[in-house]
C-alpha cells in the first residue's frame, strides 16, 4: 500500500531546485527516541487473540483512519477509529492493524522519511515533521507497543478479508467488501468492548477524576461567565482537558436558564444569570482516547430556588433508584425503568402526568410513554473510548442484553420543561435538570467512577459555597 501523497495548500509557493536541495542537507544526526513500553501492552494482546478466536483462518482488517478535513485545506484535530485503539493502543493516523489466518497480529505504520532522503518533511503540509512534528518510526512504535509494526508500504492485502470500513477509503479501497462479513467484524469489535478490563477502568477513572477537576474550574469561574455568558465555562472546562487529557470527549452541554430544556445543546453562546439553574454536561477524554461522561444541574448564584429544587430532588431520587438497579445479572434496561417509574410517579404527584405512571411505562397502551413528554430520553448508554461506546453491538447483546461485572454505562435522568409548555405549572416551565454519573458493574455493588462531585442539591450548594 503506498503513502499517502504530499500534501500542499493553494497559497503555497513552488520549491525551487535549489532550495529543495538546501533544504536536505546541513542537518545534525537524530537520536532515537526514547522508548519505554506502555503498560497497555499486555491487556492489547488479550483483546487481538480473543478478536482471532472469534473469526479463526481469517483474515481482519482495522484501520487507524487518516485526516479528516475541516474546511478547504485545513483538517480537524485527528482522533484514531476506537476499535484500532483497544486493539492496539496506537493513537496515530494512517495505521493500519492486520491479524493473519493464524491470529498473528502485525501493525502497519507510515515510515518516518528522514531528512535529506525526500521533499517530504519540508514540504508536506499534512505528514512532514517541519510542518507538524516528528513522528516515531514503526521500529519505536512497535517497541512501545510490544507489537510487531512494519512500513505502510509494505502492505499486501489478499482478497477475502474482513474489513472494519468506513474507516480510511484508502483500505477500503485494496480488499473487495461483502457487507454482512464486514458488518459482523464492527459488532464483533463493539460486543468485546462491551465489558472493561482493569486497565480501562483504570483509565475511566482517571477520566473522571479529570472531569470533576474540570467542573470544579469552571464553576470557580462564575464572575466571568456573569460576563461572558456559557462560552468562558465551555473554555475553562477545555482548558483543563487540554492540560490533563487529550481534548473533551464530546461537544460540551453547557445551558443557562431555558438553555437546559434542550438535550443537545452545544452552542453555548447563552447568557449566565444569577437565579437561573446551570446545566453542564461535559467529560474529559484522557490521552488514552477514555472518556468521562458527567452532568451536573446547579444554581448560579449558588442556591436552589424552592421549585428548582423539588425538580432537582425528584431527578436525585431517580437516578439513585437507577444506580441501585445496575447490578450483574441485570436487564441493561433495569435502571431506565426503575429511574423512569421514580419520575413518572413524581409527574402524576404534581399533577402534570394524567395517567397512572405504570400505566405511563407500559409498552402499549392510551396512556404509554406519555411521561416521556417531559424526559425524553432513556437513562443509560455503555460508556469506554466512546461517549456511546459500543453503538454497532448487535440489539441482543446490548439494548435487550444483560450487565456484566466490568460494564461501564452511565445513569442521567432528567426531566425539561419546555418555556411554552402548557401542561406544565408556569413556575417549572423553563426548568432542566439532569444528573449523570459514571457507573461500574460490580459483584459487590454499583461503583459510581464520578462521585467525586455531589449530586445532591445540600451537596451542590455547600460545594459551591466553598467555590465562592
Known amino acids: 500500500m503506498t503513502e499517502h501523497p504530499v500534501t500542499r495548500a493553494a497559497h503555497d509557493s513552488d520549491i525551487p531546485d535549489a532550495l529543495a536541495a538546501d533544504l536536505r542537507t546541513g542537518w545534525a544526526a537524530q537520536s532515537p527516541l526514547d522508548v519505554t513500553a506502555d503498560d497497555i501492552g499486555p491487556y492489547a494482546a488479550k483483546r487481538r487473540a480473543a478478536l482471532a478466536t472469534a473469526f479463526p483462518g481469517e483474515t481482519l482488517v482495522i484501520p487507524s483512519g487518516t485526516h479528516k478535513v475541516r474546511a478547504n485545506d485545513t483538517d480537524y ?3 484514531a477509529n476506537s476499535a484500532y485503539v483497544w486493539l492496539t493502543g496506537d493513537t496515530e493516523p494512517d495505521g493500519v492493524l492486520v491479524l493473519s489466518p493464524a491470529g498473528d ?27 507538524v512534528g516528528r513522528r516515531p518510526d514503526p521500529a519505536e512504535t512497535g517497541a512501545r507497543l510490544s507489537l510487531e509494526c512494519r512500513p505502510l508500504a509494505e502492505l499486501r492485502l489478499p482478497p477475502g478479508g474482513r474489513v472494519l470500513r468506513g474507516v480510511d ?24 468492548r462491551l465489558v472493561k478490563d482493569d486497565w480501562e477502568v483504570g483509565q475511566l477513572r482517571a477520566a473522571t477524576a479529570a ?22 465555562l465551555e ?6 482537558a487540554r492540560a490533563e487529557g487529550n481534548d473533551v470527549g464530546y461537544s460540551s452541554v453547557v445551558a443557562c436558564g431555558p438553555h437546559a430544556t434542550v438535550l443537545h ?30 452532568t451536573r444541574t446547579v444554581p448560579v448564584d449558588g442556591t436552589y430556588t424552592p421549585d428548582q429544587r423539588r425538580v432537582h430532588e425528584l431527578v436525585y431520587a431517580a437516578q439513585q433508584a437507577g444506580i441501585a438497579a445496575a447490578v450483574p445479572g ?5 435502571p431506565n425503568r426503575a429511574a423512569m417509574l421514580v419520575l413518572a410517579e413524581g409527574l402524576h404527584d404534581w399533577g402534570i402526568l394524567r395517567t397512572d405512571p405504570h400505566a405511563a411505562l407500559a409498552d402499549d397502551g392510551p396512556g404509554a410513554g406519555l411521561h416521556r413528554r417531559y424526559t425524553l430520553h432513556n437513562v443509560s448508554h455503555m460508556l469506554g473510548l466512546d461517549v456511546h461506546d459500543c453503538a454497532q453491538a448487535r440489539r441482543q447483546h446490548y439494548h435487550d442484553g444483560l450487565l456484566e461485572s466490568g460494564m461501564v454505562l452511565t445513569v442521567e435522568p432528567g426531566l425539561y420543561f419546555q418555556p411554552d409548555d402548557l401542561t406544565v405549572p408556569p413556575e417549572l416551565r423553563g426548568l432542566g435538570v439532569r444528573i449523570e454519573d459514571d457507573i ?9 467512577l464520578s462521585d467525586q462531585l455531589p449530586s445532591d442539591a445540600y451537596g451542590i450548594e455547600a460545594w459551591m459555597a466553598t467555590l465562592r
Do not use: C, K
Request: net charge negative.
Open 235 to 240: 473554555g475553562t472546562f477545555w482548558r483543563r
Open 169 to 192: 477509503a484508502a483500505v477500503d479501497a485494496q480488499v473487495a467488501g461483502d457487507p454482512d462479513r464486514d458488518a459482523q467484524l464492527a459488532q464483533v469489535l463493539a460486543e468485546l
Open 105 to 131: 497480529a502485525v501493525l502497519y505504520l507510515p515510515a518516518r522519511v528522514g531528512r535529506g532522503s525526500s521533499n517530504e518533511f519540508f514540504a508536506d503540509r499534512t505528514h512532514g515533521e517541519l510542518w
Open 330 to 334: 441485570a436487564a441493561f434496561l433495569a
Open 265 to 294: 445543546w452545544n452552542r453555548n453562546d447563552g447568557a449566565v444569570r444569577d437565579g437561573d439553574l446551570l446545566l453542564l454536561d461535559m467529560g474529559i477524554e484522557v490521552r488514552s482516547l477514555y472518556t468521562a461522561d458527567v
Open 211 to 232: 472531569t470533576a477537576r474540570g467542573f470544579t474550574d469552571a464553576l470557580r469561574e462564575r464572575s466571568g461567565a456573569l460576563i461572558h455568558g456559557e462560552r468562558w
Open 440 to 448: 461500574l458493574i460490580s459483584g459487590d455493588g454499583p461503583v459510581n
Open 77 to 79: 484535530p485527528f482522533r
